[in-house]
């Protein structure tokens, strides 16, 4: 596997959370730069030495409310 798709979205109770695209990898954090760090570690973890993709994509979703 050369890349893993990680969506990141606002949580509602504040801060970030990442879930990856086809594996049970989830992880949060309050800043991006730590949630970098924790997606990161939780694909460390998840994956065995020589099956870690090269790539970590981070597809960041914002929701915006513009009023009428």
Do not use: K, W, Y
């Not at 970030?16 to 949630?35: K, M, N, P, Q």
Request: charged share 30%; hydrophobic share 40%; aromatic share 2%.
């Amino acid at each position: 596997m050369n890349e893993i798709l990680i969506v990141v979205e606002e949580a509602d109770e504040g801060g970030l959370r990442a879930r990856a695209v086809g594996h049970s990898i989830f992880t949060e954090a309050e800043t991006l730069e730590e949630l970098r760090c924790n997606v990161r570690e939780a694909v460390d973890c998840h994956f065995e030495q020589g099956q870690r993709p090269r790539l970590i994509r981070l597809h960041i979703v914002r929701d915006e409310v513009l009023p009428v």
